[in-house]
């Protein structure tokens, strides 16, 4: 069975350019979080949804947003990037809102 | 303000002998906790769990150990082994709410062969 699937896996941008990252989630999950990791930190919460609906969202800035498709598949965008937006991007996804979450490898962001 | 806290960045242990790696929180409405291991350009795998209804979860060669009235949990990993060289990073959730973890810095642990 595929695990959760990330794309791209590595993305240059520079800075005010808008990017936007996708993943699959394990078949049969519904609920997908997205996590932003900077270099010697764990991982931070941006956003979870579940059945296609926002359930919850970090405290990042509104330049963030993302959304669940009918296929339960996710996108997360960033708008107006920041240096400070350099990070590996990591999307989860559970079976439920509120079980274990299974992690993709990511997609490392570098801004310019 | 890090509610979660691993304070050892780093550990380093010998293989066959015990490895304790610890994490500390501050939240007493935490009542869920996941330990997830790293390795490098892999995304974080899920570990093993407990709740606060339980102090001790036992899976193979790991066990966690949780004292809620200290918030402070413990992984155990008896024996080590080198394939257990990874970054550690604890996680706690409550039941309710938002429903998003919230994670620690992570530990370094490096089992020597």
């Known amino acids: 069975d595929a695990g959760v699937t990330q794309s791209p896996t590595h993305l240059i941008k520079t800075r005010g350019q808008h990017v936007t990252l996708r993943c699959s989630p394990i078949s049969g999950h519904k609920s997908v979080s997205w996590y932003q990791q900077v270099l010697g930190q764990g991982p931070q919460f941006i956003f979870q949804?579940?059945?296609?609906?926002?359930?919850g969202r970090g405290n990042f800035p509104d330049r963030f947003s993302a959304r669940q498709f009918p296929n339960y598949s996710s996108e997360l965008n960033v708008n107006a990037l920041l240096l400070g937006d350099s990070a590996l991007y990591l999307c989860?996804?559970?079976?439920?809102?509120?079980?274990?979450?299974?992690f993709g490898s990511g997609t490392q962001l570098s801004v310019l | 303000d890090q509610q979660v806290k691993q304070n050892s960045p780093s550990l380093s242990v010998q293989e066959g002998r015990i490895s304790i790696l610890n994490c500390d929180y501050t939240?007493?409405?935490?009542?869920?906790f996941l330990w997830y291991k790293k390795y490098p350009a892999e995304g974080p795998t899920f570990l093993i769990s407990?709740?606060?209804?339980?102090d001790k979860n036992e899976d193979g060669r790991f066990t966690v150990f949780l004292n809620k009235s200290a918030k402070h949990l413990s992984l155990h990993i008896v024996p080590s082994q080198p394939g257990d060289s990874a970054v550690y990073f604890c996680a706690a959730s409550p039941t309710s709410g938002t429903y998003k973890y919230i994670f620690g810095t992570g530990t370094r642990l490096k089992v020597l062969a």
């Open positions: 949804y579940y059945e296609k609906e926002e359930r």
């Open positions: 407990i709740s606060s209804i339980k």
């Open positions: 939240n007493s409405m935490f009542d869920y």
């Open positions: 989860a996804s559970s079976l439920g809102a509120n079980e274990k979450l299974f």
